[in-house]
């Protein structure tokens, strides 16, 4: 079992830590997000130390500060999936143009994860024409 | 003079879509942009309202290539999180299927490859060899692609002596063609010309934006999931970590070819060495206790990473998939920079991408 240690962490670490890694040659794995049941943010950042992964989790917050400066777009894009798929911002990120989900989809909206099934689909059928 | 050349989304190099807006001054592109998002499945969300055996059977189909590395990590994420220990012989199994997957995914890529560099006759004969590859899946596991091979605590079919002693000689004949193949890539005038020194990324450029599997280990970067946090058993077998410093197509053609002597080596050894027992825990829905996990795996084009959430329900919380084409498709605008036009689909495709797989 790969080893993996989850950390709670609050969002004003974010950066310095991010940096502190960065500066050490810490590959950062991917960043991950859910909501909790009260609609708040769940993100954690996925470092790669040693063998496992280290798990530095902002909970409760949908709204951070980016590391797309300090990682690049090995940061950015993750970010900029998180802001399209669920309501969570990333403050400083650009996000003129979309990355991950069309433009057209479900009326430019986005954030499918927290739409309800049924909503997802009316909207798709009735709208855009799809199947 | 100065042109936008658009080029995609509709197959620009692999039969999947993006798209690339090349700046160009004369022939030359002077920087590029990439566009994703062209095959959104909405895979993830579909995720949350099915139970772990239909998510299983799900992900498997998120791609047609490595569809055992999906099935495997989104297996591997719910025994952690449910501290279930697999059989030995259900993990050697899974890591033969995992092998024999990167060895045609590797011999696909390299074939697409070769016909882009217009070399045909080496692209069917690599194809062929491909082919005896297939096959040998389709006796293991009834299937050509979306093997179904595994399930939540183990594996779901056993090898027979039949079936292991089919393989070995399997591997035998490609091994055998693979050293042709091999000093033909080396040899071959035309090879070299389109590819060396073409569409180059550094491996500090690697490093920076976060490049892995092949695409990072053509660049100098020595990272491989297999050997940095071993899982299935991978720590028993001996195997090299390739590695090339050149950083241009050239290099993640060798890459891919000496790669595959590498996973003939693995599954020769785990078919040797197939241990007695259970191949899997049972084929029950499995009971898994809230928690969440996140565990890698190196799939054919790299590091392929499954976040999975439970609440102790039936669903799935949270399903976060993240493939290597995510990571390696920001690349590209480095390694367009400065080419010619003409490379463009060759530079492309050259990271070996799944874009269907990253738009889940």
Redesign the interface.
Known sequence: MQEYKKILISQEEVRPLAQRMRESGIPLAMIHAFLRDDGKGNVSYEYEVGSGIESYTVDGVNELPTISDIYDLGAEWPEREISELLPITFTGLDTSQRLFLPDTLIGGQGQILVLPMEKVIEKTRGKEGGQ | MSYIVPIGPYHPALEEPVHARLYTEGERIDHAEV????N?R?I??LA??KNFIQTLVMVERVCGICSHSHALAYA?AL??IAGMEVPKRGQYIRVIIAELERLHSHYLWLGIALHIIGHDSLFMHTWDDREAIMDILEELTGNRVNYGMVTVGGSRRDISDEQRKNTLAMLDTIEKSMDGIRDMILGDKTIALRTRGVGILTKEDA????AIGPHARASGVP?DVRK????SSYEDFDFALVTHDGGDVFSRVLIRVLENYESIKIIRQALEALPAGRINLGTRIPRIPAG?????HEAPRG?L?Y?V?TDGGEFN??V?I?VPT??NA?TLPVMLRNNSVADAGLIIASIDPCFSCM?R
């Open positions: 566009f994703i998002g062209y959104h909405g993830e969300k949350q309202q591997m025994e952690s490093l920076r934006i976060g990272v940095d946090a071993p899982y969440e996990y996140m565990v890698r590091q990473c976040k959430v919380r949270r976060s993240h995510f990571r920001p738009d």
